[in-house]
């Protein structure tokens, strides 16, 4: 085998998951300290620092590591991707969204806070986002140009063009059958652009030329649809075994999922191909540089919870 493959052989996702993550955790404590007003901060930090597997810091961190810059460079839009994630949550939470009472375990921001607040936090926190990368970015030494487009990925992800997006034509299908064609709408707006963007701003950071990024961006592209393709097979799956039938809750439910529209087997196919695909783009690297986002992939694809 070549040099490189030997490095992807032995890599430990879990391991790198772990250390990286515990860096991004120090790094968002110390960006939203707790200060006057301590009710928006202890709102803002529930939810910003209760958990969560970041998923979003870990790619900007990968992605920027993957072209050769350094964790540092990455972790100002690693922590901002983060951020924004935990304001789609909030929101996403709400009584007049999904009105959800739990949210990694832990009570949701508008449970514990009120709905006035978890609001405010989470505006604070979509604008905190930008700020932070603003303030911070050139200080570990990138480029204000790469800074600010940076920050334009980031934003573009989350707007009218973004999740809001996703959200509002998820909204508008609810109890409607819908194709492929608009389930794959919804899904790349609400989950892959902001894992897009997360990759795609720590590319640009860690300097990365034209056509990497553009790699890096097919490669997060197709990972977060993965992530929803299998998070729709894990509910047919699981809960089949649960109730040890051959049908589960997804293929009974109003919801339009991938098993329902291409079948078990056929969903199984197109999880596969995402995650060819998104290999494929990495192929272009150096082997162990992709080793992060490579296994991070494979987790996603053969995950089994
Ligand atoms: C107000 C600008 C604005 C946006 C809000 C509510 C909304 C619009 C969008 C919904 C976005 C949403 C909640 C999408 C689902 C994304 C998703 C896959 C969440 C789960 O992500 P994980 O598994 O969660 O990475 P953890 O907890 O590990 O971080």
């Known amino acids: 085998p070549e040099p490189g493959s030997l490095v992807v052989e032995r890599f430990d996702l879990k391991e790198y998951m772990a250390e990286k993550g515990r860096r991004v955790n120090e790094a968002l404590e110390l960006a939203v300290p707790l200060r006057y007003p301590e009710l928006i901060h202890r709102s803002m930090r529930h939810s910003l620092l209760g958990g969560g597997k970041r998923v ?5 961190i990968a992605a920027c590591e993957l072209v050769g810059g350094c964790e540092a460079a990455a972790m100002p839009v690693a922590c901002a991707a983060e951020m924004l994630h935990t304001m789609s949550l909030i929101h996403d939470d709400l009584p007049c969204m999904d009105n959800d009472a739990l949210r ?20 604070a926190l979509h604008s905190f ?29 989350v707007g009218s063009e973004g999740l809001v997006a996703g959200q509002i034509v998820d909204i508008s299908c609810e109890g409607k ?9 919804i899904h790349i707006h609400k989950t892959a652009r902001l894992l897009e963007a997360a990759a795609v701003s720590g590319a640009i950071v860690g300097g990365g030329e034209e056509a990497e990024v ?16 299998v998070d729709d097979i894990l509910d047919v799956t699981k809960t089949s075994e649960e109730l040890g039938k051959t049908a589960g809750k997804d293929l009974a439910s109003d919801k339009t999922t991938y098993p329902k529209l291409l079948g078990l087997d056929g969903a199984r196919e197109f999880a596969h191909t995402l995650v060819l695909q998104a290999e494929g ?21 053969y995950r089994h919870n």
């Open 56 to 60: 979003r810091p870990l790619l900007a």
């Open 214 to 229: 553009e790699r890096v961006r097919r490669y997060a592209r197709s990972l977060g649809l993965l992530f929803q393709v």
């Open 177 to 185: 059958e819908v194709d492929m064609g608009v389930l794959e709408y």
């Open 129 to 157: 986002a930008f700020e932070h990368v603003a303030a911070s970015g050139s200080g570990v030494g990138v480029a204000p140009e790469r800074v600010v487009r940076a920050i334009l990925e980031l934003s573009n992800s």
């Open 104 to 123: 990694r375990g832990q009570p949701t921001n508008h449970v514990l806070f009120g709905e006035e607040t978890a609001i405010l936090a989470a505006i």
């Open 281 to 301: 783009e990495l192929a272009a690297f150096d082997a162990a540089r992709a080793a992060p986002l490579y296994h991070l992939a494979r987790f996603i694809a």
